[in-house]
């Protein structure tokens, strides 16, 4: 039997929800060539995508924002993350080349938030890479890339940073990479490690780059603040056998500690770039370069979670005709009774908030930090309904309720996180998987116009705001 308890939300610890510009906004006001990366794949495989959805029209953000604004505010929101489309942004990526138009959308999108009580958090990339420069210069595989993303930057803060005090550099920085030249999931599906790489380095490198011009114009002065949303996996080894550990050590170096050692403590791990070397995918760098990546690392960073990793030790020898991957050192587990959400296929584990939270108490110097994602997508909610509309999404509620608690027992024991944020404010477009899974507080109604309607659980999340109370099972009664 669960014996119910009251968590009191800590002073300053604030509720938020999050999104982005390509998985909302829609191509409304996009001038020819303005594709990003993620509009170049639509196109190139619009089959692939769930239903045919894609990022042509998404939720309409860019016309009903005023709308969807006021619908944060029912829910409860105290601050919104979203990004800037630096494809819409600008119309020349190369001599940046402002688009006025959606400079003043942002602006008043920024007005629209701030009016009504919800703080901007904005980001400058999340997967939104021009597609012209991923097609002339091999996207973050080129130093250019990184030049031009810096002068966007730039421009970007110069305009918006008098009134938005918390920037992040990058969305989930390792995704693309991994995807595309790593595991060749999608589009162009090149698998090709070096590249992989090379990718990842100079996106550490992009961000540092914006820290420096952040804090040398001055944007970091009344308060403002700059971090980057990275999405480490929590990873846990099949047992406490050394080569098991050594297997979850090795899987951690290669997709948490990549960007959270540079980010918080200004190093890339010297074992990683020595594996690298030794297997002849190292990326290019220079002891400049490493020098600005030392002197510019955040201020505050955003993490998402919302699944464990599990790994072992490789049962079966590397195919040695194949490129090195990470996974020479690993292998996936599943553990036998996991609780699961059977439509995204993801293991359910709340207390990987607490274990994160301390591993950045102890290894991190407790910086400032904050739950940037976490949620359930679940696929055909419309089924869930009641008589008035509304999807009853309970599970949803659970889910929020248990992950956030053991994040507030967390912070009780000393873990600086200063918010929690949902992923996601409204039902939204993702890669691929298009409208399949839902994961918004509100629905928005493919059916009817793209509609929006407040599923139970953003009723809930409003009174979890208004309250600052969460009722969740008593931990005396668990993990015993």
């Known amino acids: 039997m669960n014996i119910l308890r009251k968590y009191k939300l800590p002073e300053g610890f604030f509720l938020g929800a999050a999104a982005s510009a390509w998985q909302t906004e829609g191509w409304s006001g996009k001038k020819d060539g303005?594709?990003?990366?993620?509009?170049?794949w639509y196109k190139e495989t619009p089959e692939l995508w769930h239903e045919g959805y894609g990022p042509t029209v998404a939720t309409d953000f860019y016309n009903r924002y005023k709308e969807d604004v006021k619908l944060m505010k029912e829910v409860g929101l105290e601050a919104y993350r979203t990004s800037i489309d630096w494809?819409?942004?600008?119309?020349?990526?190369?001599?940046?080349?402002?688009?006025?138009?959606?400079?003043d959308y942002y602006n008043k999108l920024i007005d629209e938030m701030i009016n009504n009580g919800i703080e901007p958090m904005l980001c400058l990339e999340h997967y939104e890479?021009?597609?012209?420069?991923?097609?002339?210069?091999?996207?973050?595989?080129?130093?250019?890339?990184?030049?031009?993303?810096?002068?966007y930057a730039e421009e970007v803060f110069k305009r918006y940073s008098h009134k938005v005090k918390k920037w992040f550099t990058f969305n989930e920085p390792i995704v693309i990479q991994t995807r595309v030249f790593l595991d060749s999931l999608r589009y162009p599906f090149i698998q090709d490690t070096k590249i992989a790489m090379q990718w990842n380095y100079n996106k550490i490198l992009a961000s540092a780059g914006a820290i420096k011009v952040?804090?040398?114009?001055?944007?970091?002065?009344?308060?403002?603040?700059?971090?980057?949303?990275?999405?480490?996996?929590?990873?846990?080894?099949?047992?406490?056998?050394?080569?098991?550990?050594?297997?979850?050590?090795?899987?951690?170096?290669?997709?948490?500690?990549?960007?959270?050692?540079?980010?918080?403590?200004?190093?890339?791990?010297?074992?990683?770039?020595?594996?690298?070397?030794?297997?002849?995918?190292?990326f290019e760098y220079t002891e400049e370069e490493l020098k600005i990546i030392k002197e510019n690392t955040v201020d505050i960073l955003g993490i998402n979670l919302y699944a464990p990793t599990r790994v072992k030790a490789r049962e079966n020898a590397w195919n040695p005709r194949t490129p090195f991957h990470p996974a020479y050192y690993y292998d996936k587990y599943e553990l036998q009774g996991r609780?699961?959400?059977?439509?995204?296929?993801?293991?359910?584990?709340?207390?990987?908030?607490?274990?994160?939270?301390?591993?950045?108490?102890?290894?991190?110097?407790?910086?400032?930090?904050?739950?940037?994602?976490?949620?359930?997508?679940?696929?055909?909610?419309?089924?869930?309904?009641?008589?008035?509309?509304?999807?009853?999404?309970?599970?949803?509620?659970?889910?929020?309720?248990?992950?956030?608690?053991?994040?507030?027992?967390?912070?009780?024991?000393?873990?600086?996180?200063?918010?929690?944020?949902?992923?996601?404010?409204?039902?939204?477009?993702?890669?691929?998987?298009?409208?399949?899974?839902?994961?918004?507080?509100?629905?928005?109604?493919?059916?009817?116009?793209?509609?929006?309607?407040?599923?139970?659980?953003?009723?809930?999340?409003k009174k979890l705001s208004d309250s600052r109370?969460?009722?969740a099972t008593d931990f005396t009664f668990e993990y015993k």
């Open 34 to 40: 303005q594709d990003s990366y993620m509009d170049l």
């Open 87 to 103: 494809s819409r942004f600008l119309t020349n990526y190369e001599t940046i080349e402002v688009n006025e138009e959606a400079a």
């Open 129 to 151: 890479l021009p597609a012209e420069l991923f097609k002339k210069y091999g996207g973050w595989g080129s130093k250019k890339v990184v030049e031009l993303y810096i002068k």
């Open 214 to 282: 952040f804090k040398e114009g001055g944007h970091s002065k009344d308060g403002g603040e700059i971090g980057i949303i990275l999405n480490p996996d929590v990873c846990y080894p099949r047992s406490s056998a050394p080569h098991d550990k050594e297997a979850a050590e090795k899987f951690d170096l290669f997709f948490n500690r990549i960007f959270l050692d540079p980010s918080v403590k200004g190093t890339i791990p010297e074992e990683l770039i020595d594996i690298l070397k030794e297997n002849n995918c190292c």
């Open 339 to 461: 609780k699961m959400n059977p439509y995204r296929g993801w293991e359910i584990y709340p207390k990987l908030m607490y274990d994160f939270s301390m591993r950045m108490k102890e290894e991190y110097g407790n910086i400032p930090w904050f739950i940037a994602e976490n949620g359930m997508g679940v696929e055909k909610e419309d089924l869930n309904k009641n008589s008035e509309g509304i999807i009853q999404d309970d599970y949803r509620i659970e889910f929020i309720s248990e992950h956030l608690k053991w994040l507030l027992k967390a912070v009780e024991e000393g873990a600086n996180c200063r918010g929690y944020m949902l992923w996601a404010f409204t039902d939204n477009v993702s890669p691929q998987n298009a409208f399949k899974n839902r994961y918004g507080l509100v629905e928005i109604d493919l059916k009817d116009n793209r509609n929006r309607r407040i599923k139970k659980s953003g009723h809930w999340y």
């Open 469 to 471: 109370e969460l009722e």
